[in-house]
C-alpha cells in the first residue's frame, strides 16, 4: 500500500499560479504512476494529469494542457502540479492518486487539498 498526502492548495484569483504536492510513503514510490485528478461541487471526479514512473509518459487533460505541469520527484517520493493561468473552472478539490501500471485503475488516492479560484 501507499499513503498519499497533498498539499498546496488554497484561495487565488484568476490568473494566479499555485503548485500542489503530494507525498507518498509506503511501498516503493517509483512503481507507481502518479495522477492528479480534481471535482467540482457538483461534478464527477475528471483527470487532470499524470506521469510514469521515470517521467517517461506525461498525459494531460485537454482543460489544463499548456497551463498545468506534473512532474515527480523519486528521491522525495513527491509529485508536484504547477498550475498556471488558473481560471474560476478550475475551482476543485484536488486529488493525488496512484496506480501500479500497466493497469488502468488508480487504486490509492490522497485526501484531497481545495483549490479555489475567484474572478
Known amino acids: 500500500q501507499v499513503q498519499l498526502v497533498e498539499s498546496g492548495g488554497g484561495l487565488v484569483q484568476a490568473g494566479d499560479s499555485l503548485r500542489l504536492s503530494c507525498i507518498a510513503s509506503?511501498?516503493?514510490?517509483?512503481?507507481?504512476?502518479m495522477g492528479w485528478f480534481r471535482q467540482a461541487p457538483g461534478k464527477e471526479r475528471e483527470f487532470v494529469a499524470e506521469?510514469?514512473?521515470?517521467?517517461?509518459?506525461?498525459d494531460y487533460a485537454d482543460s489544463v494542457k499548456g497551463r498545468f505541469t506534473i512532474s515527480r520527484d523519486n528521491a522525495k517520493n513527491t509529485v508536484y502540479l504547477q498550475m498556471n493561468s488558473l481560471k474560476v473552472e478550475d475551482t476543485a478539490v484536488y486529488y493525488c492518486?496512484?496506480?501500479?501500471?500497466?493497469?488502468?485503475?488508480?487504486?490509492?488516492w490522497g485526501q484531497g487539498t481545495q483549490v479555489t479560484v475567484s474572478s
Open positions: 506521469c510514469s514512473w521515470s517521467s517517461y509518459r506525461i
Open positions: 492518486a496512484a496506480r501500479v501500471p500497466p493497469g488502468p485503475t488508480y487504486e490509492y
Open positions: 509506503g511501498r516503493t514510490f517509483t512503481m507507481y504512476t
